[in-house]
């Protein structure tokens, strides 16, 4: 029941940044996240005795959250809205389309361990419906066909660029160690904004305003 | 009144907008120097006089909500941003996150040094890399440039700021279970009072503000309370970002005064796609009773808006047009209720999983018009009986559809089943027709 060096050095620097240690319960269960690949037992052990919590209140914080995972998910984990607008603007037809193509059901890992699909909530790009994310990057405007090549792709190790993103998709694990508030320098990559952030702005330039 | 006023908006289009660099070329962390010149109560009258109300749904005056932080008092202060960006339909502090975090981060200075707060924290949600990135990025180089940290700028003022990141919970969004979160709980709502000007976070006076009204304040800073309120509607001041998605030919973020028009807006964004009818929208999110096109005249300001039976909320507004079941669109967002309600009262855990198994029913035509009664009172039964207002937004969608489209419930039931065929609401159908 441990973790190296490094892990441990993490976990302190993130108890560090609260000024009351339970606060770094989440970011915690986070790198417990990017080093299991989930939230194991070991990782909840781990970091109940750093807090001095008892397991239980470790559990009670990691099944609250959606995002906190109690099995193996995929190195690239899909998340499909399927959100009023989105669903009805295609997230459904994605999400089905996925499920058969992959042969996974919600929640489910392909035998491979590369993708796994999950339907989400609302991801806060309806203006780019409808969405799915990638290990939590935006893939905007999606349709069936464009969802199929993003998970065959992803499978073939080709590693597409989001819409809005960094140069490319992270891994699970390493997008968990960005989620524990780890700066992994790809701030810079990727577009500023997407042409529907932009469009009032544009619209407003024409006017004159 | 049409005219658009980008303001936050005003440098997205510049490549590198979300760098330090990018943000001072137009005069970034210029009011920042300007605030920490003047006393703090004279910065929290400036936000008072400008009129700026909260932007995250309940639109509360900010500069009253920071005069409510008791000073003098010998104990730490807060200064928490609700970046939990998760109501349905809502997507515009996502976007300013990407384009322009310095902003924020600006704002959040301003309004720590206004309320004597040292440690400020930003909530945002886990589901969102990349703004995560040009957060925690733009963190770092505010401390590297001296706007951060010990005696900031000379002053003698100290300042951390914490990005918190969440895990995919909606109920966070609501201040006091962001609160809960925040202090390393499973996220539910407190009962109030105490109100968190008195006991938030760790018990302490804490301010809790959505990302957008924190945006807003530099600006206010440099160009004065008076600049700001010569915009909007009598009661409703300023800009703001309105968010337009769903069957609209351009979806897109429109920043304008307070007041513009639906029908304004969808000028703008070039009517409703295919030519087609709009059938219902929301004015601010899911959890704002729905409208219809006998309303696109309404002045989206919060004044207007609530005479009219809805809310402002977020100025999310969701169109849908005439392809979209009306009971497809509730039951899906009773379904997400459902899911989010954080299971702490009974009425909102219980109620939002028995409105479903009724919406289920009745969109595959099974029922008959006594269920729409034992529907609304169901929704009677629930809404203003919880802890927060989780479960009064699930209920919206329900009420105000059986208001306008009655007859669209009852013809699920004539048919046995959906009338309407979903391929048709899709975007995929949109693109084959060459629109």
């Known amino acids: 029941m441990s973790y190296d060096e490094k892990t441990n050095e993490q976990m302190d620097a993130i108890i560090a940044r609260y000024p009351r240690s339970r606060s770094a319960i989440m970011p915690m269960l986070h790198l417990v996240q990017s080093r299991d690949g989930f939230v194991t037992p070991t990782g909840i052990e781990f970091v109940s005795e750093k807090l001095g919590l008892t397991t239980a209140e470790v559990y009670a914080v990691a099944t609250f959250y959606s995002q906190y995972k109690r099995k193996p998910v995929g190195e690239y984990h899909v998340g499909v809205c399927t959100n009023t607008l989105c669903a009805v603007m295609g997230g459904d037809a994605i999400f089905a389309g996925l499920k058969d193509h992959l042969g996974v059901g919600n929640d489910e890992v392909t035998s491979d361990g590369k993708i796994s699909v999950e339907h989400i909530e609302c991801n806060a790009a309806c203006d780019y419906a409808p969405v799915i994310m990638v290990n939590w990057e935006f893939f905007d405007n999606q349709t069936v066909e464009s969802a199929k090549t993003l998970v065959d792709d992803l499978r073939s190790g080709k590693n597409p660029a989001p819409t809005r993103g960094a140069n490319k998709v992270s891994t699970f694990k390493e997008t968990s160690e960005l989620l524990a508030g780890f700066n992994d320098g790809h701030a810079e990559e990727g577009v500023q904004a997407g042409p529907a952030t932009l469009l009032g702005l544009k619209i407003a330039k024409e006017m004159g305003a | 009144m049409s005219k658009l006023t980008p303001v936050l908006s005003a440098h997205w289009d510049d490549k590198d907008s979300f760098t330090i660099a990018g943000y001072s070329r137009h005069g970034g962390y210029s009011s920042l120097k300007k605030a920490l010149a003047m006393e703090p109560d004279a910065v929290i009258q400036v ?39 998760s109501e349905p339909g809502t997507c515009k502090d996502t976007p300013l ?61 100290n300042l951390e700021l914490t990005l918190h990141i969440g895990a995919g919970a909606y109920i966070c969004g609501e201040e006091t279970a962001l609160l809960d979160s925040l202090e390393g709980f499973r996220g539910q709502p407190r009962l109030r009072p105490p109100f968190p000007a008195i006991a938030g976070l760790y018990a302490r006076p804490t301010v809790v503000n959505n990302v957008e009204s924190v945006a807003s304040v530099p600006a206010i800073i440099e160009k004065g309370a008076e600049w700001f309120n010569s915009m909007g509607t009598e009661k409703s001041k300023g800009f ?6 769903g069957h609209v030919k351009n979806p897109g973020q429109f920043e304008a005064p307070l007041g513009i028009t639906l029908r304004e807006l969808l000028d703008l964004a070039g009517g409703i796609r295919n030519g087609n009818k709009l059938k219902f929208w929301t004015p601010g999110g899911s959890s704002t009773p729905i409208f219809t096109d006998e309303h696109l005249d309404t002045p989206l300001d919060y004044e207007s808006v609530s005479a009219a039976g809805s809310m402002l909320g977020t100025k999310a507004l969701q169109i849908f047009d005439e392809t979209t079941c009306i009971l ?13 309600s954080c299971g702490k009262c009974t009425p909102c855990r219980e109620g939002t999983w028995w409105l479903v198994q009724m919406l289920g029913n009745l969109e595959n035509g099974v029922g008959t018009e006594e269920d729409l009664a034992k529907l609304l009172d169901i929704c ?21 559809s059986l208001k306008y489209f009655r007859d669209d419930y009852l013809a699920h039931f004539k048919n046995g089943g959906c009338p309407i065929d979903p391929v048709a609401s899709t975007l995929f159908e949109t693109s084959k027709a060459g629109a």
């Open chain 2, 47 to 85: 936000v008072k006089d400008s009129g700026l109300r909260g932007r995250g749904g309940a639109g509360f005056p900010t500069g009253t909500k920071w005069g409510f932080i008791p000073q003098g008092d010998n104990r730490e202060h807060y200064f928490v941003v609700n970046a939990d960006e």
């Open chain 2, 328 to 340: 497809r669109a509730v039951l899906r967002w009773t379904e997400f209720y459902k899911h989010e």
């Open chain 2, 380 to 400: 009677e039964n629930i809404g203003g009986r919880s802890f927060c207002a989780l479960a009064d937004g699930a209920i919206a969608p329900i009420i105000s």
């Open chain 2, 240 to 245: 703001t970002l309105y968010s337009l998605s």
């Open chain 2, 97 to 157: 996150l990407m384009a322009n975090p310095h902003v924020l981060i600006e704002g959040i200075i301003i309004g720590s040094y206004a309320i004597r707060a040292n440690h400020a924290f930003i909530y945002i949600r886990g589901e969102v890399s990349h703004v995560v990135r040009r957060l925690l990025q733009a963190i770092d180089d505010t401390y590297k440039a001296g706007f951060l940290g010990k005696n900031i700028l000379g002053t003698g003022f």
